[in-house]
């Protein structure tokens, strides 16, 4: 097979593709586009892709657009995202903390705000709708790198059920809006502690295009149950995270690539229910930038 995608032909459609010789539009854009483009070229010449397959592919995308938030992780693309800005953080000596990790397709904000200081409280409880499984009770400390406890945080936390759906993205419809998902304002000294209903591991939709696509990789779409969180603290850097539960029976064959070590605590059931107690270690913010969010569009309510 002749290789074109160096020819002076395919280069020049390249440019002018990616708008290079014109004065207009987003420069960035339009280099990130031309190396897209390429990358896509390059593939159907190596593997030598049919109208037919590269047409199926299309349909492919077009139909399973609803469900990219779900193929993204699934084809590990989110945590190489991870992987990606540890890297920048390590060689701008940003290391230390709990890890981050995905955040998967399924916040939604605007979550109730709770009163989560244990000074003053011991009753934050997540889970709003009947739900016949055991508790899950979650307690630890939020410090800094040095140790210091964290003040006045506001830990995000969200969870599936125990048939393993999240509330607003429910396909039976049977879940009130935010069961299992709060945002605990905490206090001084760093402390927070919650329970709710132990969730099962998820599973993208059956009959989905997540779904149809793990199929024809041999692969399946399963995830070890999970807890979510978002932390921002006044002077510390936004932290996206979630613990895995270790003995999960997918703890170590997660679809979506967003376990990590460090990140598996096993549950203690010695008093019965389930009891994780975990503690974050958030880096210190050098900008106003690492006390936001990301600007992913999410889902609200
Ligand atoms: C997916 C679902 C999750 O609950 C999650 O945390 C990450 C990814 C998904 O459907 O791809
Ligand atoms: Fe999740």
């Known amino acids: 097979m002749t290789d074109i995608i160096r020819s002076d032909a395919?280069?020049?459609?390249?440019?002018?593709?990616?708008?290079?010789?014109?004065?207009?539009?987003?420069?960035?854009?339009?280099?990130?586009?031309?190396?897209?483009?390429?990358?896509?070229?390059?593939?159907?010449?190596?593997h030598d892709i049919s109208e037919s397959e590269f047409w199926r592919g299309v349909d492919f995308l077009g139909r399973g657009a609803g469900e990219f938030g779900l193929i993204v992780p699934g084809l590990g693309i989110e945590h190489f995202l991870d992987l990606h800005m540890d890297a920048k953080d390590a060689a701008a000596g940003r290391s230390g903390g709990t890890p981050r990790t995905i955040e998967g397709p399924l916040y939604v904000a605007g979550a109730p705000l709770v009163d989560g200081d244990l000074t003053t409280t011991n009753d934050v409880n997540l889970t709003t709708d009947p739900d016949d499984t055991e508790e899950l009770t979650m307690s630890g400390r939020i410090t800094g790198p040095d140790g210091e406890p964290v003040k006045n945080a506001i830990l995000h936390v969200w969870h599936?059920?125990?048939?393993?759906?999240?509330?607003?993205?429910?396909p039976t419809g049977e879940q009130s809006p935010f069961n299992n998902r709060r945002r605990i304002r905490?206090?001084?000294?760093?402390?927070?502690?919650?329970?709710?209903?132990?969730p099962r591991g998820y599973s993208v939709p059956p009959e989905g295009s997540a779904e149809q696509l793990m199929k024809l990789l041999g692969r399946h779409g399963d995830r070890p149950a999970h807890v979510h969180f978002f932390i921002e603290a006044p002077g510390y850097r936004t932290l996206t995270t979630q613990i895995n539960f270790g003995d999960d029976p997918h703890a170590h064959d997660d679809f979506a690539f967003?376990?990590?070590?460090?990140?598996?605590?096993?549950?203690?059931?010695s008093g019965g229910n389930p009891a994780?107690?975990?503690?974050?270690?958030?880096?210190?913010?050098e900008s106003a930038n690492d006390e936001g969010f990301s600007s992913r569009s999410r889902a609200s309510a």
């Open 276 to 285: 994780v107690l975990f503690d974050f270690v958030l880096q210190r913010s």
């Open 160 to 170: 599936a059920n125990s048939k393993g759906f999240y509330s607003h993205f429910d």
């Open 10 to 46: 395919v280069q020049q459609l390249l440019d002018r593709a990616a708008g290079l010789g014109e004065a207009g539009g987003d420069p960035r854009l339009k280099a990130i586009l031309r190396d897209l483009l390429e990358a896509l070229m390059s593939v159907v010449e190596r």
């Open 258 to 269: 967003g376990t990590r070590d460090g990140l598996l605590p096993v549950p203690d059931r």
């Open 186 to 198: 905490l206090g001084a000294d760093g402390r927070y502690a919650f329970h709710s209903k132990m």
